[in-house]
């Protein structure tokens, strides 16, 4: 074999495997590092999102014996509007060679728990939607609609007086300085109270 062709050969090896070193992550993988590179394809894919947060992180091993991770995060756009839009993002870190988890709605269209069976309401912005689009809420959605500066607050409560899991929805507006807070229950779906302007005290006490 000329000398030629031994130096081609062995540059093409030494490439091949400078690629295969530096092309994968360093082992061991930390949840720091996953963190990281989940959160900066967050801000690449969704630049404009109010929230990117990561909410779930799971130690997961290949059929091959490879540790990698699998990760679930909350990318949220008008979080304070009467519609807010929530989707949960899946990622693998490091990246599998295949078609990635697409995104899941959780609210689009002012619209909640989208292609489900049985509806919870399991996150703020559920709580946000339903406040003022379930029976009930008729006063509360003539306020939105006659203050374009009404926000919302969700707050979530594990016992609300003698109702368990109730997520609280305050709305105010400083152009009227009115409010309205809705309690909704989360596992029946359904609109608890409405109180315009304060809760009266001794009422749905924590």
Known sequence: MKTSALVVILIAAALAVAWFVFSKPAYPLTQDDAK?????DLKG???DAEVREITEILPQTTPEGNPYFQLKARVTNGLSTPCPERINVYYDYPPKNFVA???????KGCKVC????VCVLAYPEEAVIASHTY???????QFIKGNADAKAEASFKEQYGEFPGVWLVKWSSAASNGTYTVALSKGENR???VF???VPDGLYKN
């Open 45 to 47: 894919k969704y630049p």
């Open 196 to 198: 315009g302007a304060e």
């Open 36 to 40: 990281k590179f989940f959160l900066e």
């Open 191 to 193: 609109v608890l109270e």
């Open 114 to 117: 989208l292609n489900v069976d």
């Open 101 to 107: 988890q697409p995104p899941e709605y959780i609210t």
């Open 135 to 141: 029976s009930g809420t008729d006063a509360v959605s």
